[in-house]
């Protein structure tokens, strides 16, 4: 038997920015790993080594996959499956209309493999899915010698490589010891604490630790705002909450409202689970109103600052949702230009990794002094640390007015006055 056969042998279903980090970082721990897509063009690229998006480190650990043989790409969903011990789902579950998951595609792909699954493979599921999918799976499946269990992932776009390596817990829910155990080995080089549950309950800590996350930074904006009315320092107000070690120091950055493919989703995800269980969900309704208000309250500190609008031009540094990605998904800074470009406002946007206009209206440009040249204001609304390289005393010259909005706190305030601008600040307001 050949080295690669006495490999653990792993099936990534969906290339996309879950699947394609766990098949690459699966390949890095050794095991052999195919990643299954339906797109050609994507595969086109995959077996070149290419990411089809923009991660930190990925390119590099796709193409270590590929030449060390532990990784490969196919759109032969079947045959990878019947080769398979274990086969992971990571397929998107976007929000239908009324915000719950939409699982189509989970159903489509667990009926195109049902069939083809060896007997005692198990099918881990990856993506995020509401409590009870583990067992509509296993219905769907039909196979009583195949198990299926709940393995949520906890990546974080732009840091997604080191937060599958170095995980603050991996959370296995099954109804077997045995595929509790065979999933743990799985990551047994990863050193992680590892939660073994059941797998409603492994569904739900994914959900809640997403919308708890959400709620947190709603939070965190609520008090933001109030300083930035009241002339309080918000950074120094969480930085003495965070000391408290219940509530701990990360993720407490106040910003322009949260965004992404995740928080947004998730929370609404939760609130249709909570109605059709009977439960309440006024908490995160408020959470997700909360977070909406934000962008109205970042986008009236501009036009609140020009006084007549109409027609002024606002260079917006930051179209991602944050720094570290090209992820426009439920982005800031696209709520806060849509909410500027109906208020009769000039739009030009400049990201180091989005290239395309995501919005009708906004215009790009090729750099941070284009976008700023002429501009009345200056709004930075993420937190790429390349900003901080800008020639500030250049950028304000260049520009008509000399507002500059740091909703990321971004830059030094000191460095900014010093090049004339008048400042505003998240959690501080115009100082
Ligand atoms: C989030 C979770 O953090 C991950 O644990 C989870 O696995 C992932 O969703 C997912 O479900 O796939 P992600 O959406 O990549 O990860 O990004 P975060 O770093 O959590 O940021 C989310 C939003 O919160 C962004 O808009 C970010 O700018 C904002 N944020 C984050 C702040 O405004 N302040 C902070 O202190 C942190």
Redo the contacts with the bound molecule.
């Keep these: 038997m050949s080295a690669r056969r006495n490999k653990t042998q792993i099936t990534v279903i969906g290339c996309g920015y879950?699947g394609l980090t766990t098949a690459s970082c699966l390949a890095d721990l050794g095991h052999s790993v195919v990643g299954v897509d339906a797109s050609l063009e994507r595969l086109n690229l995959l077996e070149v080594g290419k990411a089809p998006f923009f991660e930190p480190g990925l390119d590099d650990l796709v193409n270590s996959g590929l030449n060390s043989g532990n990784l490969k790409f196919t759109k032969n969903l079947e045959h990878a499956v019947s080769e398979s011990q274990f086969v992971f789902l990571c397929v998107p579950t976007p929000s239908l209309e009324n915000g719950s998951a939409d699982l189509s595609i989970i159903y489509s792909v667990s009926k195109e493999m049902k069939d083809a699954l060896p007997s005692g493979s198990v099918v881990v599921i990856k993506s995020?899915v509401p409590v009870g999918t583990s067992s509509q799976v296993s219905d769907w499946i039909s196979r009583p010698d195949v198990e299926v269990v709940s393995n949520p992932?906890?990546?974080?776009?732009?840091r997604?490589i080191s937060?599958f390596q170095n995980p603050d817990r991996i959370v296995i829910g099954a109804r077997t010891a045995d595929a509790k155990e065979r999933v743990s080995n799985l990551y047994t080089n990863l050193n992680s604490k590892i939660l073994c549950t059941d797998p409603s309950s492994a569904e739900l800590i994914?959900y809640a630790?997403?919308t708890y996350?959400?709620s947190r930074?709603t939070f965190?904006?609520t008090i933001a705002e109030l300083c930035e009315k009241t002339q309080g320092d918000a950074t120094t107000v969480l930085q003495g909450m965070g000391l408290d070690k219940r509530i701990g120091e990360?993720?407490?950055?106040?910003?322009?409202?949260?965004?992404?493919?995740?928080?947004p989703k998730?929370t609404q995800a939760l609130i249709a689970v909570a109605s059709e269980a009977g439960s309440d969900s006024a908490f995160l309704n408020a959470v997700l109103e909360s977070n909406e208000d934000r962008f109205t309250q970042i986008a009236k500190v501009v036009t609140q600052s020009l006084g007549d609008d109409s027609g002024k031009k606002i260079a917006m540094l930051g179209l991602a949702?944050?720094a570290g990605?090209d992820d426009i998904r439920e982005?800031?800074s696209l709520k806060i230009a849509s909410l500027l470009l109906e208020s009769g406002m000039k739009v030009v946007g400049y990201d180091p990794q989005v290239n395309m206009a995501p919005l009708q209206g906004l215009e790009m440009a090729d750099s941070p002094e284009e976008a700023a040249k002429e501009a009345d204001v200056l709004l930075v609304l993420t937190?790429w640390k390349g900003f901080l390289g800008l020639d500030l005393p250049k950028l304000y010259k260049s520009m008509t007015g000399n507002l500059f909005i740091d909703t990321r706190n971004v830059f030094d305030k000191k460095d900014l006055v010093d090049a004339g601008f008048s400042v505003w600040r998240a959690g501080e307001g115009w100082i």
Excluded at 153 to 158: C, M, P, R, V
Excluded at 250 to 263: E, R, V
């Design positions: 879950v995020t992932e906890f990546l974080q776009a732009g997604a937060a994914k630790s997403n996350l959400a930074l965190v904006n990360a993720f407490l950055q106040p910003g322009p409202g949260w965004g992404g493919s995740c928080f998730d949702f944050k990605t982005s800031p937190e």
